[in-house]
């Protein structure tokens, strides 16, 4: 199926954005696997957990600010590696950055984003109102709200793994991504779509917190019932109207959905099998990868590692159970 043009333009400005900061980019290694297959199998990773701040956040916080003028400040609302990543972004651009956080966030995560020098405000003990309040200030004060996902320079940056992928493999045949927002999968969808469309891309959602997944399934924006999940990055819902939604619509050809066991088997396995220690939203993206084996058997496989930026406190007993 050809692409629609609006895929087209979003894989577009990848390319655009690529040319801006690929200067500012660790371009992450794709780490073959340790396994060994003996059916023409192959697996590979992305690995974005080495990517500066940690996380593939940062590739669409600095193309979202490099397309900004510096004399427009930004505001966002993370307590994680969206936060993080944009903070990081605003010292290399020289914006000014308002990251508002909730009362909640880990003092250790607070501290890390006020020293890159931006100035953090603590509001409420939830992070949905804290990301209403963001928004509220960003039209009281002028600034440019910087969502994590909703908006096609972030998507963009996000993109620009997709066309590293391309140009560090000689064959893709599937990707899997971890699916939060959508912001990812839509910016490596895109990608994929415009310059490989035989690769088949595989979103992956966390049971415990799937609202894109659902939404997709749907075929319009739904809530669904949130809990814990390892995959803490993926975790929340999905703003109304995202462009994520038709976008990821499009761009993916299969959705997992996976429980917290299998995450969990995911996370050891990178770490025993890989020797990689990796954060939950990745050990997602492994555990598709485990669970499809009846598609990806003789194919070319990418796993895309997303982060590691995990709380040692929660993997450390994950890593060290027996499955």
């Given at each position: 199926?050809?692409?629609?043009?609006?895929?087209?333009?979003?894989?577009?400005l990848?390319?655009?954005?690529?040319?801006?900061?690929?200067?500012?980019?660790?371009?992450?290694?794709?780490i073959?696997?340790?396994?060994?297959?003996?059916?023409?199998?192959?697996?590979?990773?992305?690995?974005?957990?080495?990517?500066?701040?940690?996380?593939?956040?940062?590739?669409?916080?600095?193309?979202?600010?490099?397309?900004?003028?510096?004399e427009?400040?930004?505001i966002t609302?993370?307590?994680g590696?969206?936060?993080?990543?944009?903070?990081?972004?605003?010292?290399?651009?020289?914006?000014?950055?308002?990251?508002?956080?909730?009362?909640t966030?880990?003092?250790?995560?607070?501290?890390?984003?006020?020293?890159l020098?931006?100035?953090?405000?603590?509001?409420?003990n939830?992070?949905?109102?804290?990301?209403?309040?963001?928004?509220?200030?960003?039209?009281?004060?002028?600034?440019?709200?910087v969502?994590?996902?909703n908006?096609?320079?972030?998507?963009?940056?996000q993109?620009?793994?997709?066309?590293?992928?391309?140009?560090?493999?000689?064959?893709?045949?599937?990707?899997?991504?971890?699916i939060?927002?959508?912001?990812?999968?839509s910016?490596?969808?895109?990608?994929?779509?415009a310059?490989?469309?035989?690769t088949?891309?595989?979103g992956?959602?966390?049971?415990?917190?799937m609202?894109?997944?659902?939404?997709?399934?749907?075929?319009?924006?739904?809530?669904?019932?949130?809990?814990?999940?390892?995959?803490d990055?993926?975790a929340?819902?999905?703003?109304?109207?995202?462009?994520?939604?038709?976008?990821?619509?499009?761009?993916?050809?299969?959705?997992?959905?996976?429980?917290?066991?299998?995450?969990?088997?995911?996370?050891?396995?990178?770490?025993?099998?890989?020797?990689?220690?990796?954060?939950g939203?990745?050990?997602?993206?492994?555990?598709?990868?485990?669970?499809?084996?009846?598609?990806?058997?003789?194919?070319?496989?990418?796993?895309i590692?997303?982060?590691?930026?995990?709380?040692?406190?929660r993997?450390?007993?994950?890593?060290?159970?027996?499955?």
């Amino acid at each position: 199926m050809t692409a629609s043009s609006t895929v087209l333009e979003q894989a577009a400005l990848s390319v655009a954005a690529h040319r801006r900061i690929k200067h500012l980019l660790n371009m992450t290694p794709c780490i073959p696997s340790r396994l060994s297959f003996e059916d023409g199998t192959d697996l590979v990773f992305k690995a974005e957990n080495f990517q500066k701040t940690g996380s593939f956040k940062f590739r669409g916080a600095v193309s979202k600010l490099t397309s900004m003028s510096t004399e427009v400040p930004a505001i966002t609302a993370s307590s994680g590696n969206h936060g993080l990543a944009l903070a990081t972004a605003a010292q290399l651009t020289g914006h000014d950055l308002t990251v508002v956080l909730p009362e909640t966030v880990a003092r250790e995560k607070l501290s890390r984003i006020q020293a890159l020098g931006v100035e953090t405000i603590l509001h409420s003990n939830d992070s949905g109102l804290a990301e209403q309040h963001a928004q509220k200030l960003a039209k009281e004060q002028g600034k440019i709200y910087v969502s994590p996902y909703n908006d096609p320079q972030v998507i963009a940056g996000q993109g620009t793994i997709a066309l590293e992928l391309l140009e560090q493999l000689p064959r893709l045949d599937v990707v899997y991504v971890s699916i939060g927002g959508g912001g990812l999968i839509s910016g490596i969808g895109a990608v994929l779509k415009a310059f490989s469309p035989t690769t088949r891309v595989v979103g992956v959602s966390a049971i415990n917190s799937m609202a894109m997944s659902a939404s997709i399934r749907a075929g319009h924006n739904v809530e669904v019932t949130h809990t814990d999940t390892l995959a803490d990055g993926c975790a929340g819902g999905v703003d109304e109207g995202s462009i994520t939604l038709p976008l990821g619509s499009e761009v993916i050809d299969e959705l997992i959905d996976c429980t917290e066991e299998q995450i969990a088997n995911g996370i050891r396995h990178m770490a025993w099998s890989e020797k990689m220690l990796v954060e939950g939203s990745a050990g997602l993206a492994q555990a598709a990868w485990e669970a499809d084996a009846p598609n990806r058997t003789g194919k070319v496989s990418a796993v895309i590692l997303c982060g590691a930026n995990f709380d040692r406190d929660r993997i450390a007993p994950v890593i060290c159970s027996t499955p």
